[in-house]
T-cell receptor, first 112, second 117 residues
Framework: DAKTTQPNSMESNEEEPVHLPCNHS???????IHWYRQLPSQGPEYVIH???SNVNNRMASLAIAEDRKSSTLILHRATLRDAAVYYC?????????????FGSGTQLTVLP | AAGVIQSPRHLIKEKRETATLKCYPI?????VYWYQQGPGQDPQFLIS???????DKGSIPDRFSAQQFSDYHSELNMSSLELGDSALYFC????????????????FGQGTRLTVV
């Protein structure tokens, strides 16, 4: 999977929105942008994914830049349970593409 | 809803022993992934299977092997265990149904914590 760049850590106050950025300047037209998160001592958990248009689901929103070289995961109201490592992953068409490559994510700390 | 089930949850082995980890994907999921996560590390992709055939291979040591059985459960076999194999091992599954897997989500199990002493 192609490379993504995320800040190592971010802090947010509880019940405030959180914007988690991701740069993926080498993205190609068929690459999907996926976000997963991992709470302490748990398996990664799918959050959201998109291709070109912004996406919303019950967990979060994904805002994708017009040139697709960056995206932002938006948690509308952070809770203490949202404290986790958030991974931005590009899924590229390579071989059978049946792999998810985790890079270094963003450790989100939520302050009460 | 059914989730990905991994067993055992914890395993302690001695150096040079073998270990077998099991993964039961969500029913009707056609793809299984295995990951290794060392202490303080990000998950590293090991291997994946699609419809019981090996699909993609990542940084899986030669001492490790995996297979997927007719009932779709998968096993990761590790031989000649080393201290450095101590890690959390995650299995994930997804349903692609013939779509590009790029557009599907993967569901992860709770992991097996392997400790090699």
């Amino acid at each position: 999977d192609a490379k993504t760049t995320q800040p190592n850590s971010m802090e947010s106050n509880e019940e405030e929105p959180v914007h988690l950025p991701c740069n993926h300047s080498t993205i190609s037209g068929t690459d999907y942008i996926h976000w997963y998160r991992q709470l302490p001592s748990q398996g990664p958990e799918y959050v959201i994914h998109g291709l070109t248009s912004n996406v919303n689901n019950r967990m979060a929103s994904l805002a994708i830049a017009e040139d697709r070289k960056s995206s932002t995961l938006i948690l509308h109201r952070a809770t203490l349970r949202d404290a986790a490592v958030y991974y931005c992953i590009l899924r590229i068409f390579s071989g059978s593409a049946r792999q998810l490559t985790f890079g270094s994510g963003t450790q989100l700390t939520v302050l009460p | 809803a059914a989730g990905v089930i991994q067993s055992p949850r914890h395993l302690i082995k001695e150096k040079r022993e073998t270990a077998t980890l099991k993964c039961y994907p969500i029913p009707r999921h056609d793809t299984v992934y295995w990951y290794q996560q060392g202490p303080g590390q990000d998950p590293q992709f090991l291997i994946s299977f699609y419809e019981k055939m090996q699909s993609d291979k990542g940084s899986i040591p030669d001492r490790f092997s995996a297979q997927q059985f007719s009932d779709y459960h998968s096993e990761l076999n590790m031989s000649s265990l080393e201290l450095g194999d101590s890690a959390l091992y995650f299995c994930a599954s997804s349903h692609t149904g013939g779509q590009l897997p790029l557009n599907t989500e993967a569901f992860f199990g709770q992991g097996t914590r392997l400790t090699v002493v």
